[in-house]
């Protein structure tokens, strides 16, 4: 018995997922619950405790007058505009209350809020400092002798002491009496820009941060350094830890003076500044180091006292958390994707999503609830990612691909082995689905590669005795580049495509060349197998999709619509519709039998290069290089059920239009064929109430809703059109007008409405006075003829008479 398979016909929107984090600020609530991020000239709420990754916009985004940073002090935030405008917003309502002009001569860098929120300082890249009095909107007093751009800022913790601390890009330390104007101490120690200043509890030392690779530990009272600590690394930000914290198997004394810091190894270490000495160094770390001395890895840290976390913000627009007393990661928070790669989706019930991106790093959401997690081991940027039941496969620029095997319980990924006999980048990968004893690549070494992936692994996460994935077969396939490989439904075959405008097909047992196809005029982008047939699916630059025979290797259909290069396709429905992206950022929808595109998707902004199906075929995900995740939902049945709900209430409404007709209620008749849009049968209807003389019609009108006086307009202006239904249309004409001329009925675009009854209603008009002049005419010849009909009549009765 043969099932009936439901094709697609409509996918929509359900999701979109945008970058919240561009680069530029961060600043955490001081009940940790909640984040602040800087999203190109917006800023974005972010929840760091809910399940769900919801970025919320802080106020209309205005594309003409952009954030340049902003800062947060409880339930307020102030932020600096491209205009010069400093603005005051309510952090619950998301709107400005207040707004002043900045004075500074040029953009402001840096914002800070005084700890009890009365004061606010800015820094320009005038070298400039001002310190602000939000409730008046007045400036207090403008501080100078910093050289560069103003770039640190930090009152001093003891709100009485009216000292402010700033840095611009000279080396020193700058300490103003912000009441008095004058420069009270000033911190000289480092060789390059000061990157960090955090004090102790009591208040007495500080430390500082710079890209001279050290830290400093400062005597506040004496201005002179106590401790000056060489960290081989240059540094973005240092915290000193309160008292009362704990680490890992460490516990912190109170007489000692503890920094936390990271920069460019992308990893946190924490000194015990008198002593000189690392006590604690992040081994689990998930930011990549940087590739270049003196290149971003950590971009900032941020404590919260209250919860006893610590987040780092990497360059990579991550922001990850960790908990203090476990260093264990508690949340992680992808601000900005760049250009997505590739997607996959594995795990039961294709619960996770992979996603590869302009990063060394690749990221497996939880689909469930969009958390995210950060997978770390490649050393260049990931290309390519496939999934089987049991492991995940990725490959990289840095010449290897790896296997990883995942957790879905505990949402971890342990990597496992890994490839490296590839000279060049490893741009494709496929793992068998079937099998899953082999995987194959493909690689800008114009090679193809088989690997046998082993039972059993090395259980270490040590990168030198990671389990080597043995290449079984290697084939000098392509003359260029290969694009992509793909493994067969049945693990027997192996397609690949090439920008050498080919696509071949190879034998797994031996990578045997089974067959060539050519009839493309440009490089070949993707390849896949049918799920049913014996079909290979190739689509290309040349703007074309071709569907393939595995038999005599003969073209069997091209398909052309997209304007651009077709980068991803997709089967659908058993291998009857297809799904691809193109470089031009449209999706489509086709039927592989009428060979008609049924839908066409227009949300991304530039290439989609990424497309992944569920398993079900009710949703999908695409993503490109506008840096977009997009989560499209079937709703073919939605709408079905829709259009079949709405034609079972048309058929009752005219049935009962019918009976109102049948039952000579003309009035309430009107409504509903109104209601129904029938113009036809409005004319039917009002020429029945002017035969029969019926008296309401004007109250009738009256009293309906102003969308069906506007719909009666549209049917009394169509009927004008028509000499023959003149009388009814200007008669409703008059109506509406005199209630349009009342007050009474409002009505859109009325110049166009009107535009389109004047050439007819003035050639009524003429028509109708020619009538009366030919009316009076004859009236005028009878009137004449009156004389002569009396005595004709006269006369033959005369002659009755004789």
Known sequence: MSVKIKTKEIYEVQKQYKAFYTGGSVQWTADGTEMLCQNAGAMNLVSVTDDTVEPVAFGDADESDPVYTFALCQDSVVSAHRSGLLKMWDKS????????????????????????????????????????????????????????????????????????????????????????RELVKSFEGHFSKVTGISFTSDHKFLVSSGRDKILILWNYETQQAVKTVPVYESLESVIVLPKGVHLPGLKLKSDKVYAACAGEEGLIKVWEMTETKIVFKQKNSLVTKSAEEGGLAITNLLFNKQSSKLAIVSADHNIIIHDLETFECSKQLSGFSDEILDLILFGKKDRFLGMATNSNDFKIYDTTNMNCQLIKGHT????????????????????????????????????????????????????????????????????????????????????????RLNCTLTELAHEKDINCVCISPNDRLIATGSQDKTAKLWDVSNLSLVGVFRGHR??????????????????????????????????????????????????????????????????????????ECLQTLDKHESRIWALCVTEDESVFYSGGSDSQLIKWKDVTDEKREREMNERKEVLLQEQELNNLLQDKKLLKALRLALNLDRPLM????????????????????????????????????????????????????????????????????????????????ERHFKRMTEYAKDLKFIEYTLHCMQPHATTTTRSGNKSDEM
């Open 522 to 595: 440009r490089g070949i982008w993707a390849v896949r197998f049918s799920p049913v047939d014996q079909i290979l699916l190739t689509n290309a630059a040349d703007c074309s999709i071709k569907l393939w025979s595995l038999t005599d290797m003969t073209c069997l259909k091209s398909l052309e619509g997209h304007e651009s290069s077709v980068l991803r396709v997709e089967f659908l429905s058993h291998g009857m519709q297809l799904l691809s992206a193109g470089a031009d950022g449209l999706l489509k929808l086709w039927s592989i039998k009428t060979s």
């Open 682 to 761: 409005t004319l039917k209807i009002i020429t029945s109430v002017i035969k029969g003389q019926e008296q309401g019609l004007p109250d009738t009108i009256h009293i309906l809703r102003n969308d069906h006086k506007e719909t009666l307009l549209k049917h009394a202006i169509e009927w004008n059109t028509n000499s023959r239904n003149c009388r009814p249309a200007q008669l409703v004409l008059n109506i509406l007008l005199q209630q349009m001329l009342s007050g009474e009925f409002q009505i859109s675009e009325l110049n166009k409405h009107l535009e389109a009854a004047l050439p007819y209603t």
């Open 93 to 180: 309502s998301r709107q400005v209350t207040k707004m002043w002009r900045g004075l500074h001569q040029g953009p402001i860098t840096k914002l800070v809020f005084r700890e009890d929120g009365a004061l606010i300082a800015s820094g320009g890249t005038d070298t400039s400092v001002r310190v602000w009095d939000p409730k008046e909107q007045v400036c207090k007093g403008t501080l100078r002798g910093c050289q560069g751009v103003v770039n640190l800022l930090v009152f001093h913790p003891d709100v009485e002491s009216k000292v402010l601390l700033a840095a611009g890009d000279d080396v020193k330390i700058n300490a103003w009496n912000y009441e008095t």
């Open 380 to 467: 260049d940027i990931v290309l390519s990612l496939s999934a089987n039941q049991n492991y995940i496969l990725s490959s990289s620029k840095d010449n290897s691909i790896r296997l990883w095997r995942y957790d879905a319980t505990n949402f971890s990924v342990q990597c496992i082995a890994i490839g490296l006999k590839h000279t060049n980048a490893v741009g494709s990968i496929a793992i068998s689905k079937v099998s899953g004893k082999f995987a194959a690549s493909v690689s800008q070494d114009k090679c193809l590669k088989v690997w046998k992936i082993p039972k059993e692994f090395n259980d270490t996460t040590d990168e030198k005795e990671l389990t």
